[in-house]
């Protein structure tokens, strides 16, 4: 099956899956290699585990217990399927819910409380979001736990410590902005675990780490483009983007045109072009 890896460090690695196997294809047995939930974003299969059958449709999780072996079917569907697919270390499952039986319910149905997440997974893949990959998982994961679990979210009350430990992390992003800054090593800077610092983070300041490291990165983007006349490339990787496209997308979603005729209207006559697009 062909697969992409799109992130990966100790406790989450983030897997794009396109199967296209059909009806007279063969299924054979596989083993889970970590526990995992895997939005099914297109398509249609059937899974066999532990004596049970499920069939996925798109807007479903299929749901791995690591060591489980499990065989995919597609007697329905001539098209194959796509997954995007969160693999968990054990220290992050064990982080986000000791019980080893959440994590064997096999598949949960096409919930609204877990499609909105997955949609925004994959938006996050795709370049349409400002939301970290890893962010998303640890989101849809944390809420896959809640719903198998038939728990209740409870609202989170920051402590007065962990609310300082936010306004520390973004005065910390903000300073490294143009350095590669993921989830992880921010929640170790701020002495929590990745998934309670993500709500502690989201909950004080109203974004998500990753989305005020991108807009920290647009700010000095937006001042360098007002200022001076340094080629739009430079100032893209100097502010932290690794490409130019990434931070074309971003700045035209943030600011409704383009780095270059954001440029154009600030500098005016200095920047030596038209002020007309």
Known sequence: MPSTTLW?????????????AGPGDVPFVERFGSHSVSYVRRGSFGCRMRG?????????????????????THEHHACGDECLSFHLSPELVQ??????????????????????????????????????LDEAGHALAMRFVELAGGRTRRPLAARAADRRRAVEAALWIDAHAEQTVDLDTLAREAGLSAFHFLRVFGRTLGVTPHQYLIRARLRRAARQLAESARPVTDIAYDVGFADLSHFTRSFRRAAGESPGRFRQRAQGPRSGRPGRA
Do not use: K
């Open 95 to 132: 982080a986000l819910d000791e019980a080893s039986s959440t994590w064997r319910v096999g598949a949960m149905p096409p919930l609204a409380e877990l499609m909105v997440l997955g949609e925004l997974a994959q938006a996050v893949a795709n370049g349409d979001s400002d939301v970290g």
């Open 8 to 20: 990966r460090n100790d406790l989450l690695s983030v897997i794009d899956y396109r199967c296209n």
């Open 52 to 72: 049970r059958s499920y069939d996925l449709v798109a807007g479903a999780v299929l749901v791995g217990h690591r060591g489980d072996e499990f065989m995919c």
